[in-house]
């Protein structure tokens, strides 16, 4: 008996939904006060990094809990979701960090609501927009497909804060209710 077998075809009336979002993810670094990420292993010093001098995060994990907010003013602007998963570090020659990220909603207007999110990004000022792959959602975004501009905007090095932009175009489709 084979292990496969095509039993047939479904067909569903579907409506394709387009959700854009400009909301801004705030790291706060491991041991800075209100920290929301926390490094689970250290990076392996790797030869390249050592001779350039380069900082190196090959081999780092992290665990990450970071806020999600409608603005770049942690003071006027209002947690709309938050960004939950991990990193680790995927590069011996770069700052570079291979990502698996929950975005779940927490505003009134998507509450419960998630957006399943995967890819590599480089950390570093210096480089441009990252694109991450949205694979997945619940709720609102059922079936979501799309990509997730990352882009470094700032960083207050005394509080190891970052800011980062979030570009969300995801084409949303569910069966008719």
């Not at 998630?114 to 059922?142: M, Q, R």
Request: charged letters at 20%; one cysteine or more.
């Amino acid at each position: 008996m084979a292990y496969y077998k095509r039993v047939g075809t479904v067909t569903h009336d579907l409506t394709e939904m387009e959700h854009t979002f400009h909301m801004y993810m705030f790291q706060v670094g491991d041991g800075a006060p209100g920290a929301n990420e926390k490094g689970v292993l250290p990076p392996i010093a790797t030869a390249i990094g050592v001779l350039f001098g380069n900082l190196v995060m090959f081999g780092r994990s992290v665990a990450l809990d970071w806020d999600i907010r409608d603005g770049l003013d942690p003071a006027t602007s209002k947690i709309v979701a938050r960004g939950r998963g991990s990193a680790i570090g995927d590069s011996m020659t770069t700052h570079g960090y291979f990502l698996s990220l929950d975005i779940l909603f927490t505003d009134e207007r998507f509450k419960g609501s998630t957006l399943k999110v995967l890819g590599s990004y480089d950390n570093t000022e210096e480089v441009g927009a990252d694109h991450l792959a949205i694979v997945g959602g619940t709720g609102e975004f059922e079936y979501a497909q799309g990509t997730i501009s990352y882009k470094p905007l700032t960083c207050y090095h005394r509080h190891r804060l970052s800011g980062r932009l979030i570009s969300v175009s995801s084409a949303a489709t569910s069966p008719h209710r």
